[in-house]
């Protein structure tokens, strides 16, 4: 059982230029920040070291972090430009039983992160959703493509804060 | 004994034998298919711990009324891919191959519906129209679904008339004759002259049979159920899986002709296996009217007794239905072909020793 | 010269008696065999995380009933314990010993449409309405409590929206003598019938590692040999203070893992679950159950991962609060999202036929597939 600052200093050892800083003050859970193109490695590492062996991902989540500068563009809406999405992974050991949280941040423009679809399977369709409902790319990810909204879907990406509903959908007037 | 009074009635052989053979089929069969829809539906809500049909009639008496009504007065759809002559000649074929069958079964000693010296030859013969109908039905209907489910109704009614033909084919070996009529006049006397028990003859060759004339009686019945597509072997219509088979894609009357065909022919296996190992109409406890001096009372006793019997084999198959689950496809074809073929073989073969020596 | 044989594409479409909701199976045969199956979800996408973004924390619990509408108790203990904890509320004992028992009354009436309709699925209709029966009591002990059947408003954060009625532990222990020859029944049944283990038994074993790395949990990870609860490994509420065991599969009539062992495990949870209702019953102290729900729930800023043990695996709440009444973002792990995307490398190499009987083994439910 390794607690969050004991994981958190191994892992700044080893990866030293994408693994930033430890966030313990707010509560509840502990979270470490590191850099979204580096993560597949950081994520191997993890699986396959005899210290930590986290050999199952619980939760892939995209959070849209709205820190940006609100404008209004063309139609009048609020948009935001600037500003970053970020991707939540909560880990755990079945076997030794601990757990740890991390936390990478992209830019909104374009945002892009490593998939680690490859090293845990359960995260294949958390990515799609991530990429569906906030539109963050996985590289490397098996099939990226939609997963809840329809496959045709042209109007962006629903949870992102300003995300507005489109007029019509396929020819069909889309209810408020 | 009908057949003359017919006879004098119209002055026609033709007619006489033709009215003859259809009467089973008018008085008997189409309302005893109206009540076994009804007694389906009740014995297997009774068995699921609810109550069935209540409200039509006294405690739904009348359901399959309302329902007949209903099905008459739908929308007959055709799609238009399908291949209007085939679609429309299934439900007919289906029909006609079960219904068929019944001319030739002894109801009572007095009547049967036609003479046939090879009865039983005659039934197998003419339920296999049955299977021309149903893959006629799902190629007709234009529907992956329902070509898969008549291919497989048909590979599974195919296979398991064999063990079907070889039982037959034992029951006649140690009896001598295909008439039904014969054979069930030859089982008379009391319930341990059945071929169940060994036949009418008493001697060592009745005991040595009996094993072996029960182990017969399961094969073929199982085997029987396997034709009529009755749960467990009821892929073809099987509903979580294929929707509804061969028949998904048939409304209206066409579908009424699928639903009573399959209740039919469950009564005129009942009737069959009634007939060869059961005594047929015989009764187990000798005649009411004989021993009261009634005479005209007999015949209409042994057509009790007849249906009594059928009705109990009927019972069994819904007993059955709702209490086991399903075959896989590949299951039952291995369970008939290295199972029940081998089973029967022996059994024919062990039978005719007996027999001969 | 071999043959040439196509690919026929067949598709379990949305509608279809036996996809336990709106899914569609794409599968990619070849003759009767399954090369690929390819799930297509979201008919069923009511945007469950964009609303709770627009209500407040207690407005959010009606709406986590419907996601897993079959197990609605334990959809808002997750969510109540995960707001609980992030405002860091204590709950009176009373009260965490009522989510307990309404959480395993649930487990077991969820488990029984799971093996009802498996059965059906299977061919045997007879026992689904047994399990139906028994459900029918355990909904009449949910009425009794909050008034409604199926999505109950119940569990709120900081306690329970009504105390227990006053009949409820006489009416749970005659559920329970009524229900304890019941299993048996439908074991007699069903669970040791021929033909269904010939149809069950052997048919897409799972194995453990494979199990770990696609993050299946709940019955089926068990099933597959894995010791792993989250009442017992992580746990929550009072689950310490009751003794009850973990059924593990272990490949009793085929291979471990197998259809059979996934159906077999939730009948005996069903057994277990029991144990710890009477253990309960038996303990439960009084209090006052809205005592600890504040009047306005604005937790701090931060987040948190909360996990249940949820009928189907282990269902996550993972919520950002910025410090205002509103959450931030909710993100709801489901246990069924993640077990369907199993499908397809559990279905290669069997049978069409056998495409029903994995499905319903794997017991999805598609509201919180889709949210």
Not at chain 1, 30 to 56: H, N, R, Y
Not at chain 2, 53 to 62: D, K, N, Q, S, T
Not at chain 2, 351 to 357: A, N, S
Not at chain 3, 63 to 84: C, I, P, W
Request: proline share 5%; net charge negative; with cysteine.
């Amino acid at each position: 059982m390794k607690s969050a600052e004991e994981i958190f200093n191994i892992l700044k050892e080893k990866f030293p230029g994408s693994v930033t800083e430890l966030v313990a003050d707010k509560p509840v859970d502990p979270f470490i920040e590191a850099s979204p193109l580096e993560i597949d490695k950081i994520c191997t590492f993890l699986l396959e070291s005899e210290e930590f062996k986290f050999d199952s991902l619980m939760n892939l989540s995209g959070v849209d972090d709205a820190n940006g500068e609100k404008e209004k563009d063309e139609k009048g809406f609020d948009t935001i430009k600037g500003g970053t999405l970020s991707v939540w992974y909560h880990l755990e050991s079945i076997e030794l039983k601990h757990k740890i949280t991390l936390k990478v941040s992209t830019e909104r423009e374009n945002p892009e992160v490593a998939s680690v679809a490859e090293i845990w399977r359960s995260s294949d369709w958390h990515e799609r959703e991530a990429f569906d409902l906030y539109g963050i790319k996985f590289l490397n990810h098996p099939d990226l493509r939609r997963i809840l909204m329809p496959y045709d879907w042209e109007a962006g990406h629903p949870l992102r804060k300003d995300y507005k509903n489109p007029e019509f959908y396929q020819g069909m007037k889309v209810p408020d | 004994m009908i057949y003359d009074w017919l006879h004098d009635i119209t002055g026609s052989e033709l007619l006489a034998a033709f009215i003859q053979s259809w009467l089973p089929l008018l008085l008997f069969i189409l309302p005893f298919v109206l009540v076994a829809v009804l007694a389906e539906r009740k014995v297997s809500a009774h068995m699921q711990d609810r109550l069935g049909p209540m409200r039509v009639g006294y405690h739904g008496v009348l359901q399959t009324i309302a329902d007949l009504i209903k099905l008459l007065q739908k929308e007959d759809i055709t799609a238009s891919a399908n291949d209007r002559k085939l679609f429309n000649l299934a439900p007919l074929l289906v029909f006609a191959g079960s219904y068929a069958a019944f001319a030739a079964i002894p109801f009572s000693g007095a009547f049967i519906g036609s003479q046939i010296e090879l009865g039983l030859i005659y039934i197998v013969a003419v339920t296999g129209l049955v299977v021309a109908g149903i893959l006629m039905a799902g190629w007709a209907s234009n529907n992956k679904y329902s070509l898969l489910g008549a291919m497989r109704a048909a590979a599974q009614i195919i296979s398991y008339e064999i063990p079907t033909l070889l039982i037959i084919l034992t029951v006649i070996m140690v009896t001598g004759t295909v008439n039904l009529h014969t054979l069930s006049e030859m089982q008379t006397g009391y319930f341990w002259n059945w071929m169940i028990l060994g036949g009418p003859e008493f001697g060592l060759q009745k005991f040595l049979l009996i094993p072996f004339m029960m182990m017969g009686f399961l094969i073929i019945f199982i085997s029987m159920l396997a034709e009529v597509n009755r749960t467990p072997f009821d892929i073809p219509e099987a509903e979580s899986e294929l929707v509804s088979g061969f028949h998904t894609e048939y409304s209206g009357m066409k579908f009424a002709m699928f639903f009573l065909a399959e209740y039919a022919n469950m009564f005129a296996i009942s009737a069959i296996i009634a007939v060869l190992f059961f005594g047929g109409f015989q009764s187990p406890f000798g005649y009411l009217g004989n021993s009261l001096g009634w005479e005209w009372l007999v015949p209409f006793e042994q057509f009790f007794w007849f249906t009594v019997k059928g009705l109990f084999f009927i019972f069994v198959q819904m007993w059955l239905r709702w209490t086991l689950p399903r075959f896989r496809v590949d299951q039952l074809m291995a369970f008939c072909w290295k199972y029940m073929i081998p089973f029967a073989f022996v059994i024919l073969i062990i039978v005719g020793l007996i027999t001969v020596l | 010269m071999a043959l040439k044989t196509e690919e026929m594409i067949l598709n379990m479409g949305p509608q279809h008696p036996s996809t336990h909701g709106v899914l569609r199976l794409e599968l990619k045969l070849e003759g009767e065999i399954i090369s690929d199956v390819i799930p297509h979800i979201g008919y069923l996408h009511r945007c469950f995380e964009k609303h709770a973004e627009a209500m407040t924390y207690p407005q959010v619990i009606p709406y986590t009933d419907r996601m897993d509408y079959l197990a609605a108790m334990y959809n808002e203990f997750g969510y109540a314990l995960a707001v609980e904890r992030l405002m860091g509320i204590e709950v009176p004992e009373r009260v965490e010993y009522i989510r307990v028992i309404m959480g395993e009354l649930q487990r077991i009436a969820s488990h029984l449409v799971a093996l009802g309709t498996y059965g059906a699925d299977i061919g045997a209709f007879t026992p689904f309405l047994y399990c139906f029966r028994d459900r029918e009591k355990i909904l009449h002990l949910f009425e009794i409590t909050c008034g409604a059947r199926l999505l109950y408003n119940y569990i709120w954060i900081g306690g329970v929206s009504h105390d227990l009625h006053p009949d409820f532990i006489r009416l749970t222990r005659d559920f329970i003598t009524e229900f304890k020859p019941n299993i048996k029944e439908l074991n007699d049944l069903l669970s040791y019938n021929q033909i269904f283990i010939d149809r069950t038994a052997n048919v897409a074993p799972l194995p453990k590692e494979t199990a770990i790395n696609y993050g299946i949990t709940g019955p089926n990870l068990r099933a597959s040999g894995v010791k792993w609860d989250l009442r017992k490994d992580d746990p929550y509420s009072v689950y310490h203070k009751f003794d009850y065991e973990i059924p593990v599969g272990s490949g009793e009539r085929g291979k471990t893992g197998d259809c059979w062992d996934r159906y077999i495990i939730r009948v005996r949870e069903m057994e277990e679950s029991l144990k710890i209702i009477e253990q309960a019953i038996e303990q439960i102290p009084d209090g006052d159950v809205t005592s600890a729900i504040p009047k306005r729930v604005k937790p701090p800023v931060g987040q948190i991962y909360t996990r249940v043990e949820n009928p189907r695996g282990e269902l996550g709440y993972f919520i950002i609060s910025d410090g205002s009444l509103n959450p931030y973002r909710i993100k709801v792990r489901a246990p069924s999202f993640v077990n369907l995307s199993i499908m397809g490398e559990l279905c290669k190499g069997w049978m069409v036929a056998d495409v029903v009987a994995i499905l319903g083994s794997i017991d999805i439910v598609l509201g919180e597939i889709d949210r």
